[in-house]
Every structure is written in structure tokens, then in C-alpha cells.
């Protein structure tokens, strides 16, 4: 079965200090590992796919990576704003089930002024 | 961008009674997907959709139906509504049926009494 470990479950930042959010997964055949923002009260904002060992993909001042058992998402000198749940799940339609996401439970960032 | 519109934000509703929620996607996507989110438990997937008329089971789809009789339109119903299917209902859609990211709707918080 699929599994998707989020950690740390939440972090506290100052404005302006990096760090970085994990996601470790075991799948048998990955398709691909996706990041979402979440805000309270509101659906999941997709942000990255990601598709292999190696890859990278940025926005602002977020970069994803991935590696075969883990992704990171790296949050450098963060703003008020980027406070939000971050959200990450993989796709493995080789394992016989659907083609829906297992998602992780979440990252709850809070990032203060 | 893409658009994914659900007919309700917040729904009451009382046990027993049928329950139907509605997402509208103006992607054109060929796959639509039904999920629930629960505190502690994350997003688990209940139905999804590749094709108009098609459906396919996710991870927990016992109380649950789905209708798709147009591409751009997928309902979740609830044939019995119990109080354990008080959550966060969210619809996404997505252009393939793997490795593409899928775009979630803003959200329905139905609640049972």
C-alpha cells in the first residue's frame, strides 16, 4: 500500500528564515509527486509535479525537489503570506487502485511577522 | 486558468436524507474526482471519473454514489446521509489520468445532524 509521511506536522518561522518541509513516500511505481498549498476553509492550489529522481521545479520562493524515497519543498525567506497547510501526494496507478492522489496529512506552516 | 466550481460552500443536512453535491469543471478535463477531508486523516479519495458514464471506485466509496452524464459535470450523492459523512467534500479535475496535477474546486462542508 502506498504511503505518504509529511514531517515536521507544523512549523513556526520568522519572516525571512528558510527552511525546508519533507515528504517521504513508498510507492511501486510512481507517476508522479505533486505539492499543493491549502488555506484554511478552501481546496488544495496545485504548485508542482515532479517525475523523477533529480528533478527540480520553482515558484517564487518555493523550490521542490525529489530524490527516490523523498521530496523537499524549500521555503527561502518566507513571507507572512506563505503561511498555509502545504500538502504533498503521489500518484502509483501501477499498484491496482485508482488513479486518484494519496495525499500526506500536511505541513502546517506559520510563518510570523 | 482552469475552473472548478462546487454548487454549495456549507450544507446542513439531516440523517436519512439524500444528498447531492455537484462540481463543474470548464477544462474540458477528462477525469474528475471525488474526495473527503477529515482532521487527522487527510484527503482519501471516494470516486472518481475517466470518461462520461464511467466511474470507478477510490479508497472509501461504501455510502456513497456518482453520476457523470456530461464531461464537465460530476455529482457525489449520498443516498442516506449519516452523521459520520459530516466532512469536507472537494472536487478535482485533471487533463490525463496520470501524471498530471489535478486541480481541486473550493470546497463543500456538509454537515449531518
Known amino acids: 500500500e502506498d504511503q505518504v509521511t509529511q514531517s515536521p506536522e507544523a512549523l513556526r518561522l520568522q519572516e525571512g528564515e528558510s527552511s525546508s518541509l519533507n515528504c517521504s513516500y513508498t510507492?511501486?511505481?510512481?507517476?508522479?509527486l505533486f505539492w499543493y498549498r491549502q488555506d484554511p476553509g478552501k481546496g488544495p492550489e496545485f504548485l508542482f509535479t515532479?517525475?523523477?529522481a533529480g528533478e527540480e521545479k520553482e515558484k517564487e520562493r518555493l523550490k521542490a525537489t525529489l530524490t527516490k524515497k523523498e521530496s523537499f519543498l524549500h521555503i527561502t525567506a518566507p513571507k507572512p503570506e506563505d503561511s498555509a497547510t502545504y500538502l504533498c501526494a503521489v500518484q502509483d496507478p501501477s499498484g491496482g487502485g485508482a488513479d486518484g492522489l494519496t495525499f500526506g496529512k500536511g505541513t502546517h506552516l506559520i510563518i510570523q511577522p | 486558468d482552469v475552473k472548478v466550481t462546487q454548487s454549495s460552500r456549507y450544507l446542513v443536512k439531516r440523517t436519512g436524507e439524500k444528498v447531492f453535491l455537484e462540481c463543474v469543471q470548464d477544462m474540458d478535463h477528462e477525469n474528475m474526482f471525488w474526495y473527503r477531508q477529515d482532521p487527522g486523516l487527510g484527503l482519501r479519495l471516494i470516486y472518481f471519473?475517466?470518461?462520461?458514464?464511467?466511474?470507478e471506485k477510490g479508497d472509501i466509496p461504501e455510502g456513497y454514489s456518482v453520476s457523470r452524464e456530461k464531461k464537465e459535470r460530476f455529482s457525489l450523492i449520498l443516498e442516506s446521509a449519516s452523521t459520520n459523512q459530516t466532512s469536507m467534500y472537494l472536487c478535482a479535475s485533471s487533463f490525463a489520468r496520470t501524471g498530471t496535477g489535478q486541480y481541486f474546486g473550493p470546497g463543500t462542508r456538509l454537515t449531518v445532524t
Open positions: 510507492v511501486s511505481g510512481l507517476r508522479g
Open positions: 471519473s475517466y470518461d462520461v458514464k464511467m466511474k
Open positions: 515532479l517525475y523523477s
